[in-house]
């Protein structure tokens, strides 16, 4: 049977493969991507892959198209069933697959399903997913065979592995967890089982519908439950997960949100006595505060670009402990594995907060004070908005501006920094800004508009965002 297939060009993404089910990505598209990858993995001389899948509704279906196309490409694919991607990931380092595919529509609206990839322990993004759309639209395939099936249950293994990280002691912290009806609720109730403290989790049963609210930790509306209930119970600390739990946000014991580039810097703090003179990794919508504050615990910052696959890459490229996203991914290779993970990362925020001595509050408030924009998004055609950066560099290079070319645009004023970037995934831009007070913060959202309107983006902008 001859096999060509034709992706819609949207769903095949920088970091995953994702669109919305039934309209842009089908039963059709998953048995294509097995179909393809394990093409790759044949090629390359491997024959296992991981499967997992996250609770959406529609990841079931998905999940065994993508193994029907595995098998046909002749590969032993090891079925790990539902949960988070991590425990995926996991699952893949530790057994030694030669791949593995997470369905998942991360934190997506329900609608949508996605694909996320590793080749052996290295991410695959980029250029390897253009090459799966290639290799479908050519039938480049390797001849049809039959592959097998596994199904095993990993999350005991996994949640153990976790757990084992601990390093609180008895320390009884109160904490409240909200995995967002998200595919991390079951292997959450076992962790929870083997640390001590008093735990509350809320919207902890897996519902592909997200009955409570979205599953995104970084939109400080989805938070407001979770807020509400620290409050009540006077809490230490509430945590969050995204859809498939490889992102996570935090709430103080007042109920105050903290930012991914703030409690990095918790972590950091942490990692850096145990590892001196280590490279700390953020990407360049991190607060400056972070670069700072990782310098003066001794450390090395380094600004990189957005994108969880392209932070695990450069992380394994500078042997770097620790690495971080303002979205809320946080990689460890300290004691762990280098890939992102909410509930191991979970784990050693706890750590770091029982080892400070300190409240999580405290903690924020002895923080430096500035002023930030939150992630500011316009609207711009896909064919326009990498050649508005550019032009937007351009000017900048030709005044003399300070400026940092490593993802977009990032501008050093006296006032503070201010950034404009294309997203990899969506038809927008992405802007920010920090400054050291209200005046300052105003100026440089002026700057950025006056660009932006120099590059005919005008009418789309709110900057009051």
Not at 154 to 180: F, H
Not at 331 to 352: C, E, I, K, T
Not at 417 to 430: C, D, E, K, P
């Amino acid at each position: 049977m001859t096999f060509v297939h034709q992706f819609p060009a949207s769903v095949l993404r920088e970091y995953d493969i994702r669109g919305i089910v039934g309209e842009t990505l089908h039963r059709a598209d998953a048995f294509a991507i097995g179909r393809c990858f394990g093409s790759l993995i044949a090629r390359g001389g491997g024959h296992r892959v991981a499967v997992g899948r996250d609770g959406r509704l529609s990841s079931p279906d998905l999940s065994a198209a993508l193994i029907e196309g595995l098998m046909a490409s002749g590969m032993q694919v090891l079925d790990i069933g539902c949960g988070p991607t991590p425990m995926l990931y996991f699952a893949a380092t530790t057994e030694n697959m030669d791949g593995a595919v997470m369905v998942t529509g991360s934190h997506n609206p329900a609608n949508y399903n996605g694909f996320k990839m590793m080749r052996g322990k290295k991410p695959f993004f980029g250029a390897d997913i253009q090459t799966l759309g290639q290799m479908a639209a050519a039938g480049d395939v390797v001849a049809h065979t039959t592959g097998s099936c596994v199904r095993r249950d990993v999350s005991e293994a996994y949640v153990a592995r976790v757990a084992q990280d601990w390093q609180g002691g008895a320390a009884r912290l109160k904490i409240v967890w909200d995995p967002g009806n998200g595919s991390a609720g079951d292997v959450l109730a076992d962790l929870v089982k083997r640390l001590p403290g008093e735990h509350l989790i809320i919207n902890g049963t897996i519902d592909g519908r997200f009955p409570a609210h979205h599953p995104d930790p970084t939109v400080p509306r989805n938070l407001e439950q979770l807020i509400a209930t620290v409050r009540k119970r006077e809490a230490d600390i509430g945590i969050a997960f995204d859809g498939d739990a490889d992102r996570i946000g935090l709430v103080d014991d007042t109920g105050e949100i903290l930012f991914g580039d703030q409690f990095l810097i918790l972590l950091a703090r942490d990692v850096l006595a145990r590892h001196p003179g280590a490279t700390i990794i953020a990407d360049v919508k991190a607060s400056q505060t972070l670069f700072d504050e990782v310098k003066a615990a001794g450390g090395v910052p380094l600004m990189w670009k957005t994108g969880h696959s392209l932070i695990k890459a450069k992380m394994a490229e500078t042997g770097a402990p620790l690495a971080g996203e303002m979205s809320g991914h946080i990689f460890f290779a300290d004691h762990w594995y280098g890939f992102d993970d909410a509930l191991y990362a979970a784990v050693r925020v706890l750590n770091a907060l029982i080892a400070s001595g300190a409240s999580l509050s405290a903690f924020r408030r002895g923080l430096p004070k500035v002023l930030n924009t939150p992630e500011l998004r316009f609207d711009c055609v896909e064919d326009r908005k990498f050649a508005v950066v550019e032009e937007v560099a351009s000017r900048l290079r030709a005044d003399g501006a300070v400026v940092t070319e490593t993802d977009g645009v990032r501008v050093n004023t006296e006032d503070g920094w201010w950034l404009l970037r294309a997203s990899n995934t969506q038809a927008v831009l992405v802007a920010r800004a920090e400054a050291h007070s209200p005046e300052g913060l105003q100026r440089l959202k002026s700057v950025l508009a006056t660009q932006l309107a120099a590059s005919g983006l005008a009418e789309r902008l709110n900057l009051n965002q």
